[in-house]
């Protein structure tokens, strides 16, 4: 039987070698491992602790390895990494154990040849003192930045060149700062103050939102799925930074609505939900296993105004329809989500390229649904300008039939941002996710 670090080990290893999102590998070899809730838990810890953590890591390990980590065996990398982080960040973990089962661990999953690698740079480590000594940052800040906060140097210059430079590391801290849970309240059903009594007789801590009405943020909540209140259908899990977006939509009671990329239906659902569940919500998706999702989501919440189909958002589809409101809330790079799903902040930015050229089609499609004097919002969960700001402003230049339209109330006040009609969301500001959104308005025909 597999042990929890054996389970992160291969778990790091997918996501290295396969490229696959970390939460689905995790949840899936933690479903076949039978292990207890508590080495479940040691294992999940483990498993983010590394992946957080990565650039840190490896300076640690070049310091103490004869090899570079290029010529490392994968696995072998993997080993010295989770040992690293039990060393210096674990502290209920003792120091021979984290050596002890690393080498222990490459013998197990056939590695034995290097198990004596493994324990030469872990016992040079401890040596040392077994602590992270960073570099002082000098010149070279993008370098030091990067070790630092475990965050690509690539990815630092991105940023660096396109947001303001006084508050770089705070962005940069706060994109790699553990993520808050927050959840939508579903108004149809129930009220935040009632949840949050609700969800505190299950042992969950819950407090509304002090600024944003109808969002709770949530604490200690284990699996949500379990929940009682989450079965029933009285919240679904939304960050701050979705819900704000649907404000901004400024969707009413009885209008036609489409949500052209919603899997998995978070959007749609907080549109319900602000509609009163009244009027008519099209949840598209190209997949059709990702629809049902939508569906089955909807159900839960008891939400009978949204309709999901199967759709690709870059072809116009006229028997759709004109609608009162249009959400693109585009497929993009992620990079305003790493402190949920932290292998994203490794891409390699070269294979985002094509990206923008995706966004703008299919906003330009979404665009063709729009009914005179009807709003389109785009939005992505990116911090990147090439695939936010710039798809825009060329929107804006080739499609004269629209011009921006100034955030509604709700959305302007909480972002500080009164007149507004295009806002990046970042972390230390205002404790989202990196987002990003952009009204616009239909003119004429």
């Known amino acids: 039987m597999k042990n929890s670090r054996q389970v992160a080990a291969e778990a790091l290893l997918r996501v290295d070698t396969d490229e696959s999102y970390s939460n689905i590998v995790l949840d899936r070899l933690l479903q076949s491992s039978g292990l207890s809730a508590r080495d479940r838990a040691f294992s999940s810890a483990l498993f983010y602790g590394v992946l957080e953590r990565e650039i840190t890591l490896d300076y640690v390990i070049l310091q103490y390895a004869s090899l570079p980590l290029g010529k490392m065996d994968p ?54 003192g077994g602590e992270i000594r960073l570099p002082e940052p000098g010149k070279d800040r993008a370098g030091w930045l990067s070790i630092q906060y475990s965050v690509p140097r690539p990815l630092i210059k991105l940023w660096q060149n396109q947001y303001p430079k006084e508050d770089l590391e705070q962005l940069i801290q706060g994109m790699t700062s553990p993520a808050p ?44 799925e379990q929940l009682s209140a989450f079965q029933e259908g009285l919240f679904h899990i939304q960050d701050l930074s979705g819900q704000v977006c649907v404000s901004a939509l400024d969707a009413k009671p009885g209008m036609r609505v489409l949500d052209c990329c919603a ?11 602000r509609m009163q569940d009244k009027g008519e919500i099209v949840a598209g998706d190209l997949y059709s296993k990702k629809a049902e999702l939508i569906r089955k989501g909807a159900a839960r919440l008891g939400l009978s105004s949204i309709r ?25 790079s992620g990079l305003g989500i790493i402190r949920r799903k932290p292998e994203i ?27 005179e004097e ?47 009609s295009c806002v ?19 003119v004429k025909r």
């Open 424 to 442: 990046t969301l970042m972390p230390h500001r205002n404790g989202t996710d990196g987002f990003f959104l952009a009204l616009f308005v239909r």
């Open 75 to 128: 696995l072998v990398r993997q080993l010295l990494r989770l040992a690293v982080y039990q060393i210096a960040w674990m502290d209920g973990v003792p120091e021979s154990a984290a050596v002890n089962e690393s080498v222990q661990l490459a013998k197990r999953m056939g590695k034995e040849r290097a198990a004596g690698f493994i324990n030469g740079v872990l016992r040079s480590f401890l040596r040392d």
């Open 374 to 420: 009807g709003r389109l919002l785009y939005s992505t969960c990116t911090l990147n300008r090439h695939e936010n700001d710039y798809i825009v402003q060329r929107f804006l230049n080739e499609h004269s039939d629209f011009s921006a339209a100034p955030l509604p109330e709700q959305a302007a006040r909480f972002l500080g941002a009164p007149g507004a």
């Open 263 to 273: 899997a998995p239906g978070g959007k749609s659902f907080t549109l319900a939900q």
């Open 181 to 224: 849970l927050f959840a939508r309240v579903n108004t149809c059903r129930t009220s935040s103050e009632e949840l949050c009594a609700r969800l505190q007789t299950e042992g969950v801590a819950a407090q509304p939102h002090e600024r944003f009405a109808d969002c709770i943020r949530l604490e200690h909540a284990g699996s949500l």
């Open 345 to 371: 902040r490794y891409k390699n930015l070269d294979t985002l390229r094509e990206l923008p050229a995706i966004q703008y089609k299919i906003l330009s499609t979404a665009a063709q649904y729009v009914q």
């Open 308 to 332: 999901a189909v199967t759709a690709d958002a870059s072809v116009y589809s006229p028997l759709l329809g004109q609608f009162d409101r249009v959400l693109c809330d585009a497929p993009c």
